[in-house]
T-cell receptor, first 119, second 118 residues
Framework: AQKITQTQPGMFVQEKEAVTLDCTYD???????LFWYKQPSSGEMIFLIY??????QNATEGRYSLNFQKARKSANLVISASQLGDSAMYFCAMREVFAGGTSYGKLTFGQGTILTVHP | EAGVAQSPRYKIIEKRQSVAFWCNPI?????LYWYQQILGQGPKLLIQFQNNGVVDDSQLPKDRFSAERLKGVDSTLKIQPAKLEDSAVYLCASSPARRVIAGVGELFFGEGSRLTVL
């Protein structure tokens, strides 16, 4: 069974500063994918970044980067140069590629971290 | 490209009543998911379809929840009878099957249907 843990219920950051949102995961599979989503107060889930378990380099997408430490089973999201519009709930999620032949493709989500950006 | 469409956006019902939510995935996406998101929590998968077949419904409370995806396109999620603890946002998501099988590819989410059970 897979499990995603986000230990920070809430985080605060000053505008233009960088912030790291923590995510640890637990899986016995060798092949898996890690995702980060943003959920503003309006409710839609916005995909931010993806990291495959076999990717050797950390993923980056604009101001978002994923600090992937496979041995520690962590996949922290780093947001650089925070903006007021970054204030939202952030979810870490994992997908196992080979999940015993069933349930493949589904994302399992963590509890989320609320990020507040102060001007 | 049109996104995932869901309706209604909001629904308020009394407990023991029934409700249905509709989802139209992105054109060509074979995989469709229904997630339940209770306030302050992460989304939890209720059911996953591959075309019109169910891949995973292990967390669907089958005594009251049902879902179908006729013709492998639109999907309907029904709750009957509703309980207070069913108050949540019901999120529909879709993904191209080939990317799901490969393990890559994000899910594309709709805006959700917010249910309040009184």
């Amino acid at each position: 069974a897979q499990k995603i843990t986000q230990t920070q219920p809430g985080m605060f950051v000053q505008e233009k500063e960088a912030v790291t949102l923590d995510c640890t995961y637990d899986t016995s599979d060798q092949s898996y994918g890690l995702f980060w989503y943003k959920q503003p107060s309006s409710g839609e889930m916005i995909f931010l970044i993806y990291q495959g378990s076999y990717d050797e380099q950390n993923a980056t997408e604009g101001r978002y980067s994923l600090n992937f430490q496979k041995a520690r089973k962590s996949a922290n999201l780093v947001i650089s140069a925070s903006q007021l519009g970054d204030s939202a709930m952030y979810f870490c999620a994992m997908r196992e590629v080979f999940a015993g032949g069933t349930s493949y493709g589904k994302l399992t989500f963590g509890q989320g971290t609320i990020l507040t950006v102060h001007p | 490209e049109a996104g995932v469409a869901q309706s209604p956006r909001y629904k308020i019902i009394e407990k023991r009543q029934s409700v249905a939510f509709w989802c139209n995935p992105i054109s060509g996406h074979a995989t469709l998911y229904w997630y339940q998101q209770i306030l302050g929590q992460g989304p939890k998968l209720l059911i996953q379809f591959q075309n019109n077949g169910v891949v995973d419904d292990s967390q669907l409370p089958k005594d009251r929840f049902s879902a179908e995806r006729l013709k492998g396109v639109d999907s309907t999620l029904k709750i009957q009878p509703a309980k207070l603890e069913d108050s949540a946002v019901y999120l529909c998501a879709s993904s191209p099957a080939r990317r799901v099988i490969a393990g890559v590819g994000e899910l594309f989410f709709g805006e959700g249907s917010r249910l309040t059970v009184l």
